[in-house]
């Protein structure tokens, strides 16, 4: 195992956070208040409760989730769009690095950065509402596999994306839709029964109810249906990337 | 009994096509030993940076084999990656990072520890020691150059392949420039270079490889190349101009210039006779008489134009 390519990875991308931090960590924490003020405070006082939580409560692991992904997918694919895009790939593609080790520094360092911004968006929602987790573990285990699994995802779309445009398309167009439509905001209960149906086929439907159920112990499906589900998407996000290498898809000519 | 030398670098049959059709490397051959340094040399998309880009695992090739210093490139890429340092053609940079971090890094992702002595070496050999705080957008593009060679050179590559290292730099920088590679040389340093320039490989190379449409036209010692096809001739200023040459000069291989008053004879100058006392004397005894002499060596720019004209 090359470490220190690990490593000289993983520092270089967490060094490109700290250079835009404002982007990074500021903006994503300003517009989860502003979510917790429009949706807690505005929308959430004339909904009581959700399952027994109040309203502003209930969307903190909807706005977790949220953010995770959405960051999760952004931060990989610029990491490896980036390079892609400014030439400089060609250092790590003649490297003597294993792709094991160029997804653990890129998709380490995406995820490490989803990560904070989880924890510092749980912290800021404890400035708006109270807020109780009962499993921490499961919680933190769920932010884990979410960050790492999207930010593989977000590595095939940096690997498989030739323009700035195809960089955007499955954030905007595909993850965000899909979380909203996830029951980030509301409990599938809400939906007429037909709508409840189709909302299960939305994977983000799991792992936001299982966040949820690691805070308040209600979800919409089974905890484990939620890990099985994340864990088998993980692993075959991983199973893509490693293909991709091997064969050079967008990366070798 | 000679010891026969293994080569650091071993390509054989190398091919590679490219997903449009387009054959790039046709069967490349080439065997290059410690601390030499190879030109190659080809006009524009004769294969130069395919061929490099292969060896170091940008490019995949479709078939034949690749060996740095004994080690299989696939097979064994840890190894031979970690030997091989690449300069490559384009300025590509990380704008936001400085010249001392992008260095680091290079270091690290080829495995080796962090050592800031070697570090500091590398960039006051290459006179970027006063900019290693500077962003890499600040640099000008000649100093960009430097930063990718010491990036390079930053694992201490044992292999260093350099592709159009002077490409649009200044002629003080490519002499600068010229001057570091012979420094690596002494250091040991195994250095491929491709070029447009031919007075680059005329300059700095032992030997000389001529690639045009993926193939390997001739690879020759640059001296021997230079002596075997290069044509020396003597250029006469006649005091007076000559209507024809005369039939006593017939049987030398003389030229007469349009305006009349020049004559160029081509000989071999590897040759036993070189011919040139018997056409003085017959010059004499034809009452043409020059009042200056020249001799010419043919550069290796005229080498490899005739080369490629001939191959194409």
């Known amino acids: 195992m090359n470490f220190y390519a690990v490593m000289a990875i993983y520092k270089f991308e967490m060094a490109r956070t700290r ?87 890129y998709v380490g360092a995406a995820a490490t950065k989803s990560i904070i911004l989880g924890l510092i968006i749980l912290a800021t929602a404890t400035f708006f509402i109270p807020l109780r987790i009962e499993h921490p573990v499961i919680m933190l285990l769920f932010v884990f596999l979410t960050s790492i699994t999207f930010s593989l995802l977000g590595f095939i779309l940096g690997i498989w994306a030739d323009n700035f445009e195809k960089l955007s398309i499955v954030p905007s ?29 939305n994977p983000v439907l799991y792992l936001v109810s299982g966040l949820r159920w690691s805070f308040y112990e209600i979800s919409e499906v089974n905890i484990l249906v939620s890990l099985v589900s994340i864990t088998a998407f993980m692993l075959l996000c991983f199973s893509i990337v490693l293909y991709m290498f091997k064969t050079g898809y967008k990366l070798r000519t | 009994m000679n010891a026969v030398t293994e080569p650091i670098l071993s390509i054989q049959n190398l091919n590679k096509t490219f997903a449009d059709g387009f054959q790039a490397l046709k069967n490349i051959n080439l065997e290059i030993q410690k601390g030499e340094i190879i030109a190659l040399l080809g006009p524009n998309g004769a294969g130069k940076t395919t061929l490099i880009s292969a060896i170091c695992g940008i490019v995949q090739a479709n078939s034949g084999t690749v060996t740095v210093a004994g080690y299989d490139i696939a097979r064994d890429y840890r190894k031979t990656r970690s030997i091989i340092g690449l300069v490559p053609q384009e300025l590509s940079t990380d704008s936001f990072e400085t010249v001392w971090n992008t260095l680091v890094f290079s270091r690290g992702l080829f495995g080796k520890k962090a050592n800031s002595a ?88 032992d030997r000389v490889g001529v690639i045009n449409a993926g193939e390997i036209i001739l690879v020759e010692d640059k001296t021997e190349l230079m002596s075997k096809l290069g044509k020396k001739q003597v250029s006469l200023d006649l005091c007076d101009p000559l209507a024809t040459i005369p039939k006593s000069l017939a049987g030398y291989s003389l030229e007469l210039s349009e305006n009349k008053d020049q004559l160029t004879y081509t000989f071999d100058s590897l040759g036993d006779r070189t011919g040139i006392t018997s056409l003085l004397d017959d010059l004499k005894a034809a009452d043409i008489y020059f009042r200056d002499l020249n001799t010419i060596q043919s550069s290796l720019e005229d080498i490899f134009v005739n080369l490629v004209e001939e191959s194409s």
């Open chain 1, 19 to 105: 250079r835009t931090l404002v982007q990074s960590i500021v903006a994503p924490v300003i517009s989860t208040s502003l979510y917790f003020i429009v949706f807690g405070a505005a929308i959430g006082s004339r909904i009581t409760e959700v399952g027994g939580v109040s309203y502003g409560a209930f969307i903190v692991p909807g706005l977790i989730m949220l953010n995770l992904l959405m960051h999760s997918i952004s931060n990989a694919s610029f990491a490896i769009y980036m390079p892609k895009f400014v030439g400089t790939v060609y250092e790590v593609l003649s490297a003597p690095v294993s792709t094991v080790e160029v997804v653990l520094g």
């Open chain 1, 173 to 201: 167009l595909i993850v965000t839709p899909l979380v909203f439509l996830g029951g980030s905001f509301y409990s599938t209960d809400m939906l007429p029964p037909f709508w409840q149906s189709v909302t299960l086929f």
């Open chain 2, 118 to 205: 070697h570090i500091e070496k590398v960039l006051k050999a290459l006179s970027l020691w006063d900019k290693k705080d500077n962003m890499l957008m600040t640099l000008s593009g000649g100093m960009k150059r430097r930063v990718l060679i010491a990036k390079a050179l930053s694992h201490e590559p044992a292999v260093l392949f350099l592709d159009e290292p002077t490409a649009g730099v200044d002629v003080s920088l490519r002499k600068d420039m010229w001057k570091i590679v012979q420094e690596l040389k002494n250091d040991g340093v195994t250095i491929i270079l491709t070029t447009h320039y031919i007075e680059e490989a005329e300059e700095i190379a």
